[in-house]
């Protein structure tokens, strides 16, 4: 198969799209929700406290999960909430997507 500027470009716009709906729901939910989802996913993940951050979480859907991006996404569920009282949503929301990118990084490449 060969690689052309069309076909890598195609794919990109594949790989946008295909998040643009994930982005545009968790900025629908308005900040609040947001902030709340994020500490409900981040409970379930830590039991409710910090977790080692040498420790790994393997979540059932085979996410590998370090203790410490569990630990620093409290920060910016945090950083979120403090954002959301202030009444900076776009910022709050910013902070939360954060966090749910750490609880659902990227699958690696081989």
Known sequence: MRLTKASVLGAALVAF???????GAVAAE???????????????LSKGRFVAPAQTIVT??????????INYAWVL???????CSAGNAAEAV?????????????????
């Open 17 to 23: 799209t295909s998040l643009a709906p994930v982005v």
């Open 30 to 44: 308005g900040c609040t929700a947001a902030v709340e989802a994020a500490k409900a996913e981040w409970r379930g």
């Open 60 to 69: 059932s859907d085979g996410r590998r999960l370090a203790g410490s991006a």
């Open 77 to 83: 569920i945090d950083r979120a909430d403090s954002a």
């Open 94 to 110: 910013g902070y939360a997507q954060k966090a749910e990118t750490l609880f659902h990084p990227s699958p690696r490449q081989l």
